[in-house]
């Protein structure tokens, strides 16, 4: 009797992202949850002391309604391969507090630079075009690769990338939406005639 062909005997081969182990989360990730979560804390104590108390509630139960939307759509994204809670909410955390921290105290310093290379070009530009985009999209790169390293098990492919960045972009811009809308009412002089600053 002859041996089976050696394809017959062989396993079929995992692909590489299969064999991650999974844990549980470690002190690590749980001192990024942390260390994100006081800075929202600060900077929502700087926005508070700017636009006022009310407006910032106003302001966040507003900028509540397209985050709804952006962490629905997320989440339907996720179900196929759920990341940890844990890793999402960091993800957020980093986007709402420490990539907005970032640009606010950096995006002057990187305006200035820009306006001494770029001299002729006009200042309309260089902010809104040039550093904004620069600043921000580091910012929030910087988190997305955070999590690359810190939660490296729970990256089997490119799906967990597009939540994870999603998850950032998402906590940026209701951060983002807050500081327009409270900047919107103090110009315009209050929320439906109610002054954010009374």
């Not at 310093?109 to 600043?135: C, F, H």
Request: charged fraction near 10%; charge should be negative.
């Amino acid at each position: 009797m002859s041996a089976p062909p050696p394809w017959e005997s062989q396993q079929p081969v995992q692909p590489v992202w299969d064999r991650a182990v999974r844990r549980g989360p470690g002190v690590v990730n749980v001192l990024l949850v942390i260390i994100a979560a006081l800075v929202l804390v600060v900077l929502a104590w700087f926005l508070s002391s700017s636009l006022g108390g009310g407006a910032l509630i106003s302001c966040g139960i507003l900028a509540l309604i397209p985050l709804s939307i952006c962490i629905a759509g997320l989440m339907w994204i996720d179900r196929w391969d759920p990341e940890p809670r844990g890793a999402l909410w960091f993800a957020f955390l980093w986007g709402a507090g420490i990539s907005v921290v970032a640009a606010l105290l950096l995006g002057s310093y990187v305006t200035e630079l820009l306006s001494l290379a770029l001299a002729s070009t006009s200042s309309d530009v260089i902010g809104p075009v040039l550093q904004a985009p620069l600043v921000e999209e580091i910012a929030k790169g910087l988190g997305v690769l955070v999590l690359v390293f810190s939660r490296r098990s729970h990256f089997d492919g490119p799906v967990d990338g597009i939540v994870y960045a999603g998850m950032v972009g998402a906590g940026f811009a209701f951060t983002e939406n807050i500081l327009y809308f409270g900047a919107a009412a103090l110009d315009g002089g209050g929320l439906g005639g109610w002054s954010p600053c009374s």
